[in-house]
């Protein structure tokens, strides 16, 4: 669904937090900066946490990565990695509107020349993106230490 309806941007977001666990807002706070593709990791800063979070930067964020920085206006006036149709930064909730306006079957009332989304999901949320890092990961024989620490969890659940 995501390569029918989407496009570069949104296909980056998902896959950093698919295989990073980044959540929206943190995702949406990336700076060009941020990317280190030769230590393959995306540094965000946390300002209301007082510190950086570290997520991995694996093939498929590498791949869309690529696809999007083709496309991402250089000279847009600011340093953020995603931005929008007008080279505004992207905010959580303007990723959140896109994704939901995609992937769900309400969709938007209007977008690229369809009213619906029939096949899309019931509902989504961007935060299913972290479980599904944790569970790759626990499927990989990762312990429950290693989930919290990646995930920043304080709890033996994550």
């Not at 429950?144 to 304080?154: C, D, E, P, R």
Request: charged share 25%; with cysteine; glycine share 10%.
């Amino acid at each position: 669904m995501l390569d029918r309806r989407g496009n570069a941007r949104v296909s980056l977001a998902v896959a950093i937090g698919e295989e990073s666990g980044l959540r929206i807002s943190e995702i949406a706070n990336v700076r060009v900066e941020d990317v280190d593709l030769v230590k393959q990791r995306i540094t965000v800063r946390l300002p209301t946490k007082g510190r950086s979070l570290a997520g991995s930067l694996r093939e498929k964020t590498r791949v869309c990565l690529e696809a999007w920085l083709k496309e991402r206006d250089p000279h847009c006036g600011h340093n953020n990695l995603l931005c929008g149709k007008f080279g505004q930064p992207s905010t959580a909730q303007s990723l959140r509107d896109e994704l939901n306006a995609i992937l769900t079957k309400r969709g938007s009332t209007y977008h690229n020349g369809h009213k619906t989304n029939p096949d899309g999901f019931d509902k989504w949320s961007t935060h299913q993106l972290r479980h599904t890092m944790t569970s790759k990961l626990a499927n990989g024989g990762a312990n429950a230490a290693t989930l919290k620490a990646i995930g920043g969890w304080g709890s033996d659940r994550p």
